[in-house]
């Protein structure tokens, strides 16, 4: 505790180097935690109370702390998280701080709002509508005005009415939660006995204590049902659960199923809510009102004051890398947080990280399995199409054999899926006369035909022009060809192979978040027989009628030379082969491929995802990669090549010299140039067990600052090399 007179020092929730120092004003007490608001410069900015000052300060040159806020400080846990997460990942703590703290009007103490209650008084007149508002006011509870009008849907003024007659009486009450208390009994699934297996090896991690469980099951395996138990057993504990989840703002689906299974909604937590609702949220969290959240990747830094459970649902995807600000992969943050809060977690995917799995083998993690589907489910039968052999006609994007496949699938009444993972109608645009080939301005990259919308779109900065009709380098006006096929370009060759089927285009080019939500819902209630879509479509959808699963071009991300290229691939395709037979029906998978002898492909059509393991962790080890050495990114961009080069140049002159650190470059990124800016990477590899951030950290401070137009992007652990 700190009164008045003393001296604290403040992070403040901007980009800043460390705290700064501020005096506690008469009257005012704080303790570690604490969230106020302090004077920086000319403005009011809010920071935390991060404890005793670090340097002697002239008294006489201290600013007061303007404002303490109503709320509970902010956990040790959480201080200690942003601390971790600054260090690591080379961001000021202050702006990692500013991700974590939310608009002043959360953090002041709730406004009251107006409720009513019965008097016992009976009014002389009864309309139906008095009679309404009375019904529902019987058992002496107060309601919120809305709430009131909400549910007798009366207007106002019959309420006014009433308290005039003296039958109401107005009150003022704390505002309702944001949502209600889940309940761990409501409605709990009758689990199999591999379910309850499961669940008894998660729960067998000491309840109190730090631990980390990979819950690694087929898809459709039932991995859902277990965690939701996990959650009702952290609950029933008094402690807080989050749920994080990949593509949250796409999915009612789970949302509908929490809901059901705890008979509340969770407190959601993505990027489609109002600054309102996450205030509420946030506020409830702090609070200790809101006891489980399901949330996107930032929900990470939410004020959990009781947190005892964290589950990564899809623990595997890419979404979990955050790529702007400051760069942070959530799983690992994750395990972080829950070390200083001796939380359990759960990391559930029908396809886990390489680094994952890796654990798991070594003994870190718990290794719970699931090896079959629910229920009668059984997994899908995968084939390869080798498309030098059987592939389609020229001009043509399906091949026969899966063409006769789908019509399979259609007489016998089931749903189809056309797989691509490639948006807009074609990669690039070509004049067959000049060879021109439409490139975007201002970036490295091919400009994408959208037909649907009539542009030409860079997909690296968003630049569109209208789709050309003559070619702009030699006037040719019958020239132009679209190259290469993308997702539309698939729907236009089934709509004409497929004229019965009742299509749909799923791709984030095709309406908003609510409106995809609409068009899975409606896939879900099988009112479309063939499904054409992107990777939007292989994430978490139970899609029961779907039966057969054509993957147009497998091979689509083995050609990036990445690190991860053979393990997302893998993961892609099995998880949308997985899409296929997860009810009754026996799903089938085809992946058409120039490479059906790839060890990916192979291991896919073999089943044999421990052979993809255990080939991926020896490749992984061979070369010192993640999850055997640390790999850190330095993105050097300018306005021209030349001065972005001589200045990696430069920074890698300043290289501490250090054992086991290697370092590549500077050479082009591979895609050297988005946004007009020009694009050198430098690249620092070493070994597991050594500090690499400390390195990137001291390597930095000590070398000449980037200045002008100069930038340097640092990436930590990257997951691509981009
Ligand atoms: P996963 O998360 O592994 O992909 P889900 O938990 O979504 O699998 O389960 C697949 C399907 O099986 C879902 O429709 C789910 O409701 C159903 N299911 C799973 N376990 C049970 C259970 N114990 N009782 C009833 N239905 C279940
Ligand atoms: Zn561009």
Request: proline residues 6%.
């Amino acid at each position: 505790m700190y009164g008045a007179g003393d001296i604290v020092a403040v992070l403040v929730g901007v980009a800043v180097e460390g705290p700064y120092s501020y005096r506690v004003p008469d009257g005012m007490t704080v303790s570690r935690g604490s969230i106020v608001a302090v004077p920086l410069g000319p403005r009011l900015i809010q920071g935390v109370v991060w404890g005793p000052p670090k340097d002697m300060v002239a008294h006489n040159r201290l600013r007061d702390i303007a404002h303490v806020y109503q709320t509970q400080p902010l956990s040790e846990e959480l201080l200690r998280l942003i601390e971790w997460v600054a260090r690591y990942t080379l961001a000021a703590p202050g702006q990692v701080l500013r991700g974590v703290l939310r608009s002043p009007e959360a953090l002041d103490a709730p406004k009251p709002v107006t409720a009513f209650r019965r008097t016992g008084h009976e009014p002389e007149k009864l309309t139906p509508a008095r009679l309404r508002v009375l019904d529902t006011l019987m058992d002496d509870q107060a309601w919120p005005k809305a709430a009131l009008v909400g549910a007798t849907g009366v207007s106002f003024s019959v309420i006014e009415g009433l308290e005039r007659a003296g039958a109401l009486e107005r009150i003022e009450m704390a505002p309702p939660p944001v949502v209600l208390p889940p309940d761990p009994e409501a409605n709990p699934a009758q689990l199999s006995d591999g379910q309850r297996a499961a669940l008894g090896n998660i729960l067998s991690l000491d309840a109190g204590e730090f631990g980390v469980a990979l819950l690694d099951g087929v898809t459709g395996g039932g991995k859902t049902e277990v965690f939701f138990e996990a959650v009702a057993d952290t609950l029933r504990a008094g402690r807080q659960a989050l749920v994080l989840l990949p593509e949250i703002a796409l999915t009612n689906t789970f949302i509908d199923r929490f809901t059901k299974r705890f008979d509340a909604r969770p407190a959601e937590w993505h990027s489609d809510m109002t600054p309102l609702q996450r205030s509420k949220v946030w506020r409830g969290v702090l609070d200790g009102t809101v006891r489980a959240v399901v949330g996107a990747r930032s929900a990470l830094f939410l004020p959990f004051r009781e947190l005892g459970l964290l589950v990564l649902d899809e623990e595997h995807d890419g979404a979990y890398k955050q790529a702007e600000g400051f760069t942070y992969h959530a799983r690992d943050m994750a395990i972080v947080r829950a070390q200083f809060s001796k939380a359990r977690v759960v990391l559930s995917s029908a396809t886990p990280s390489v680094e994952s799995r890796n654990n798991a083998n070594q003994g870190r993690y718990a290794h719970v399995k699931l090896e079959s589907r629910f229920a009668e489910a059984a997994m899908p039968d995968i084939t390869a199409i080798d498309m030098r052999m059987d592939g389609p006609e020229k001009g043509e994007w399906i091949a026969p054999s899966l063409a006769r496949e789908v019509f399979g699938a259609l007489d016998r009444g089931e749903q189809a899926l056309l797989f691509l993972n490639r948006r807009g109608y074609a990669p690039l645009t070509l004049c067959r006369s000049c060879g021109h080939q439409y490139q975007c301005p201002d970036c490295s990259a091919w400009m994408v035909e959208h037909r649907f919308r009539g542009v030409l779109m860079c997909h690296h900065c968003g630049h569109e022009v209208r789709t050309p009709k003559t070619c702009k380098e030699c006037g040719d006006t019958q020239s132009l060809v679209a190259v290469g096929p993308g997702i539309e370009r698939v729907a236009e060759e089934a709509a004409a192979r497929f004229p019965n089927a009742r299509r749909v285009l799923v791709s984030t080019d095709m309406g908003s978040h609510a409106q995809l939500r609409e068009r899975f819902a409606e896939i879900e209630r099988g009112e479309y027989d063939l499904i054409i879509g992107t990777q939007l479509v292989s994430k978490g959808h139970h899609f029961e009628k779907l039966s057969v699963v054509g993957v147009l071009d497998a091979d689509l991300g083995l050609a990036h030379g990445d690190p991860r290229a053979a393990e997302r691939t893998f993961q892609i395709l099995t998880q949308v082969a997985g899409r296929a037979g997860r009810a009754s029906k026996h799903g089938k998978a085809f992946l058409q491929t120039y490479h059906p002898d790839h060890p990916v492909m192979r291991a896919m059509v073999n089943g044999d995802r421990e052979a993809f393991y255990a080939q991926e962790l020896l490749a992984r080890e061979a070369g010192g990669m993640p999850p055997f050495g640390r790999l850190a990114a330095l993105i050097v961009s300018a306005n021209e090549q030349k001065s972005a080069m001589d200045y990696a140049k430069l920074l890698l002159s300043a290289a501490p010299m250090a054992e086991g650190v290697r370092l590549f470059g500077p050479a082009d990124a591979p895609i050297n140039m988005i946004r007009g800016r020009h694009r050198v990477r430098l690249l620092a590899q070493s070994g597991r067990d050594f500090d690499l951030s400390g390195y990137m950290r001291f390597w930095l401070s000590s070398a000449e600052r980037a200045r002008g137009d100069l930038k340097v992007q640092i990436d930590i652990d990257p997951m691509s090399f981009m």
